[in-house]
């Protein structure tokens, strides 16, 4: 796996992400360039765990933007600069994602082309740790197509809290934070702890961060890559060498990280595919129809998630 040989530099001051993210919006919304997708929200009870459950109301803009664009078409190189948020650092750059479902749902892209299936390094999570640190949110990645990635350019994502309609903003907005906080850990070799949470059936891993590394990003982002390539490791994905070996999803807040090895992108039911990308194991999911609403509805959101992962017999590999 791949690192950088020099720490990367911050070019965005403390405390002023999301000011420019809502500065962002408000041009993007008005010159046309940033189109939300309204959604209606409802929520799924499964076995302790409330999801949360979006209903998109108009799919068709998005759907036709992309036929209209050619197959290799990469709107990061160069970037819309009517979705510019701000300069992140010397390898990364944030933008406003264009057909938002959340409100100020951030993509932090690399500056330089990089495959979306290279393994992440450290410059990636210092960018992310220099958006975690302003106010927390979700951090999440999907890495390769099984996985739910759209861009075949290596970007990570950012919402901030909450991700649930009248929750409050803290990380228990996340359905799935209640599930983390009963997970079980043990130590790896060098002494770190990496867990799983008995409330999720499907293989995972988590490791615990420290939110005050955000206070000193060159040990933010070595730690949080050496927790994460253990965490890779336990759900038998060793990350060597730059590209990946099988596609998964990382979630991460200033508390933790989670990783999930996919087995496919989507569900089959009977009004149509459903996408599931790392928000699904978070615990958001989304619908694009009331027809796909209602079939969710009848099913565990939890046995869904384990039909494009995959099963929990494996033991974790701590060694």
């Known amino acids: ?10 070019q965005l001051q403390p405390g002023t992400l999301w000011s420019y993210a809502t ?23 499964d076995r302790g765990l409330r999801f949360s459950l979006r209903i998109l109301n108009n799919l068709r803009r998005k759907t036709q933007a992309r036929q209209e664009k050619p197959a290799d078409f990469n709107p990061f ?7 510019f948020v701000a300069d992140i650092s010397d390898t990364h750059v944030c933008v406003l994602n264009k057909y938002n479902v959340f409100d100020r749902h951030l993509l932090i892209i690399t500056r330089k082309f990089e495959a979306q299936t290279h393994w992440l390094n450290e410059a990636d999570f210092f960018a992310l740790w220099i958006g975690l640190r302003e106010n927390g949110g979700l951090g999440f990645y999907n890495g390769g197509t099984d996985a739910g990635a759209s861009q075949p350019h290596k970007h990570l994502q950012l919402v901030p809290f909450p991700l649930v309609p009248d929750a409050a903003a803290d990380i228990h907005s996340i359905p799935i934070a209640h599930a983390i906080d009963r ?7 060098d002494g770190s702890p990496i867990g799983i949470a008995a409330d999720l059936p499907f293989l995972h891993a988590i490791a615990p961060l420290d939110r005050t590394w955000g206070n000193n990003l060159a040990i933010a982002a070595r730690e949080t890559a050496r927790r994460y390539r253990q965490a890779l490791t336990a759900i038998g994905l060793p990350p060597t060498g730059i590209a990946q070996t099988g596609a998964y999803n990382l979630l991460m807040t200033r508390d933790w990280l989670l990783v999930v090895p996919r087995s496919c992108e989507s569900l089959d039911s009977d009004a149509g595919k ?22 969710l509805q009848q099913r565990s959101p939890l046995d869904l998630l384990l039909q494009v992962s995959q099963p929990r017999s494996i033991p974790l590999g701590l060694q």
């Open 77 to 83: 190189l160069p970037y819309d600069r009517d979705l």
């Open 23 to 45: 500065t962002a919006t408000v041009h993007g919304l008005a010159c046309g360039a940033l189109e939300p997708l309204t959604t209606t929200h409802t929520t799924l009870d």
């Open 274 to 295: 459903i996408s599931i990308n790392a928000l699904g194991f978070a615990g958001t999911l989304l619908a694009k129809n009331e027809a796909q609403r209602d079939w």
């Open 1 to 10: 796996m791949s690192n950088p040989t020099t720490t990367p530099i911050a």
């Open 183 to 189: 997970a079980e850990f043990q130590a790896t070799i």
